[in-house]
Structure formats: structure tokens, C-alpha cells
């Protein structure tokens, strides 16, 4: 990202997710590169609000649109709470959700990917120890396929940096209550997915500390902000990477962190892709994501990094096997070891997935 581009670089502010747009994402069609490499897609969501809907459907005319996927990962995403009953039990619903869709992937009727094949719920780990009963019952009704737990935490003082909906405050990750939370999860072999700023990643790091039975998986590169005052200047932008890449060095510290490589297609992260006049090529994607690919590669290492899609959410600036095919770009000089780790086996073992090569 070099600030000053305004069609593909960080500037200005952000909404939360640019808007999907079917007829110019049907613009761009590519041959699929190395077809038969199999992938793990270990970041997805589902949802249906307001003008925005991505359902098991959706997901699977994305997940075959060429490429091997598989199995994938639901994501934590609000959808389909509990309407009724005690508010602490509310997010059962989607786990529910996603595993009726894991049950259409399973069946063998759409096809050999099994969607939602493991799923990251929500519950509210500020409880304390009090998390537990809800977990307890978020395992028994999710059909063994309950891999991990997500809030939402990500927050920052800029009001034009904005990824979510969901109301955040400041610190949340100190929050002692928090981490005797999080710290429960070790005990029902779940994993901690947190989406946070790069401002957040010192408190990432003090969490992830106190939680060492605990893998703890930092999603969308960690967040590099490219919008607001991170990208007033090129100067602002170049110490936002500075602080950036020193933050995750400090946490790639730490043996029980891994990290998921996308989520360039949220405009918090300062790309603009959807206001060009065609969608990006796979070979102009690649060169964009690549510096944060490299970075987190070099300091996590292959077997604790593992490339992800975040649709629909990246889905207003790329097409499914577009962004794939950047991913296969991006390792093309990788080793055949490197490129399963990176495209399937971290996946595989961060969530327990067993997935036949």
C-alpha cells in the first residue's frame, strides 16, 4: 500500500465492507492455477441482513468455482442469535446455523467440499469462569465440529476506522475477566480467533502470554490500519508498518500464536479495488498482498501461517478464485512442504480438521 493511489491504496476513511457487486465481479474470470492443490479455507462467514446475504448456497458456488477446497472454517459473525432465553446463550443459535450448513456440505450433494467443517462461535469470555456453562453447551450442539471462539474486540480511537458493526471499547483484551475467559478454552481444545488493529496487537500479545495452553489465532495480518490518520501521509503510513511489524514480531514470540493471511479486501486495511472500472487481476492482487504476506512468512514461519478468504466480507473487491490464484502467485517459489502448510496443513491442524490429500 503506498498512500496517494487512490484507486488501490490506503487513504481516506472506512466503511465496514464495500459492497458486493455480482455483475462487476463477473468481469474478471481467470483460469485457475495449479487446480488440483488442495485447500483448507479457514476463514469464512454466513449471514442474511439487511441487503447482505451469503448463505451455504453462496458459500458453495464460491468454494467450486474451481479451485480444491476441501474443508472451511465458519467464522463468529452475529448471525442467527437466540431471540429468546437467557442473553449469555444467545450465540448457541449460530453455531446451530453453521452446522446445518456443515450438515449440506457433508451430505456429498453439493460436491466433495465440506463447508463448515469446523466452526468458531461466539461467547462472551469477559464472563470469566462463568463462560463456562456456555461453552459446555456450545460443544454439545455443535456436532463435534466446534473448533474455536471469537469476539468481537476490535476498537480504535479514529471513528474512520471501522470494520464492524458491533459495539467495542477500548482495552477489552486486558480485561483480567477476559483472559481467565479465554483461558477456559484450553479446556474444551479451543482455539482464541481475534480480529484486532494493529494498535491492538500489544494487548493481543499480554493476553496470549497469560494463556499459553491456548492457540491463539491473529486473523487478517493483524490488522495493519491504512486509513484515517495511518494514512494522512506517506510518512504516517510508513511508521503505521513499522508499528505494525514490530507488534507482530513481538507476538510471533510466542509458540501458541498463529496468523491467517487475507483480508485485503476490507477497506479499513486502506485497499480500494472496488472503485476501479474492472476488478483486480490475481497478478495485481498479489503484488498488493504480497509485502504482508512476506512479512508475517518471515516471522511466524509456514507452519504457523495459513492463507484465508473472509468472504463475503472481501468479497465487494475480489472473486473467490481470483484471490486464490493471487495466493498460488504469491508461493509460486515456495517449496511443495511450505505450500501445504500455507494453503491447507496449518489450517488443518489449528482446527483439528482431518483432511484427506
Known amino acids: 500500500m503506498t498512500a496517494g493511489n487512490t484507486s488501490n491504496a490506503a487513504s481516506g476513511s472506512a466503511a465496514p465492507h464495500a459492497t458486493v457487486r455480482p455483475e462487476w465481479l463477473a468481469l474478471r474470470n481467470e483460469a485457475i492455477i495449479e487446480p488440483e492443490r488442495l485447500i483448507v479455507d479457514p476463514h469464512h462467514h454466513l449471514w ?26 465458519f467464522i463468529q459473525s452475529r448471525s442467527m442469535l437466540r431471540a429468546h432465553g437467557d442473553p449469555a446463550f444467545a450465540t448457541l443459535g449460530e453455531v446451530e446455523f453453521a452446522n446445518g450448513a456443515a450438515a449440506m456440505g457433508a451430505s456429498g450433494i453439493y460436491g466433495d467440499t465440506r463447508i463448515c467443517a469446523g466452526i468458531v462461535g461466539a461467547a462472551d469470555l469477559a464472563l470469566g469462569d462463568a463462560a463456562a456453562p456456555v461453552l459446555e453447551a456450545m460443544v454439545a450442539i455443535s456436532g463435534g465440529r466446534l473448533r474455536g471462539i471469537r469476539n468481537s474486540i476490535a476498537w480504535h480511537d479514529d471513528a474512520s476506522v471501522a470494520s464492524t458493526t458491533a459495539r467495542t471499547s477500548a482495552g477489552m483484551l486486558l480485561d483480567p475477566k477476559f483472559a481467565q475467559g479465554a483461558a477456559l478454552l484450553s479446556d474444551y481444545g479451543l482455539a482464541l480467533d481475534v480480529w484486532a488493529y494493529h494498535t ?33 501521509t ?30 485485503g479486501g476490507m477497506p479499513v486495511l486502506g485497499f480500494h479495488l472496488d472503485r476501479d472500472e474492472l476488478p483486480p487481476a490475481s497478478e495485481l492482487l498479489a503484488d498488493i498482498l504480497t509485502p504482508y504476506v512476506e512479512t508475517c512468512i518471515e516471522l511466524f514461519g509456514v507452519t504457523r ?8 466480507v472481501d468479497k465487494g473487491m475480489f472473486s473467490y ?37
Open 48 to 73: 442474511d441482513r439487511p441487503g447482505a446475504r451469503y448463505l451455504a448456497l453462496d458459500l458453495l458456488d464460491d468454494v467450486t468455482s474451481g479451485h480444491r477446497i476441501a474443508a472451511t472454517v
Open 200 to 232: 491492538q496487537l500489544d494487548e493481543c500479545y499480554e493476553l496470549a502470554r497469560r494463556i499459553p495452553d491456548v492457540t491463539v489465532v491473529i486473523d487478517h495480518f493483524g490488522g495493519p490500519v491504512g486509513v484515517g490518520r495511518h494514512a494522512a
Open 234 to 263: 506517506p510518512d504516517a503510513h510508513t511508521a503505521m508498518l513499522a508499528d505494525w511489524r514490530a507488534s507482530m514480531q513481538r507476538l510471533a514470540s510466542l509458540p501458541n500464536t498463529r496468523v491467517k493471511l487475507g483480508g
Open 305 to 312: 501461517c495459513m492463507f484465508e478468504s473472509n468472504f463475503p
Open 321 to 357: 478464485h481470483v484471490l486464490w490464484n493471487a495466493f498460488k502467485r504469491i508461493a509460486a517459489s515456495a517449496s511443495e512442504d511450505e505450500k501445504r502448510a500455507l494453503f491447507s496443513e496449518t489450517a488443518a491442524t489449528t482446527y483439528r480438521l482431518e483432511v484427506a490429500g
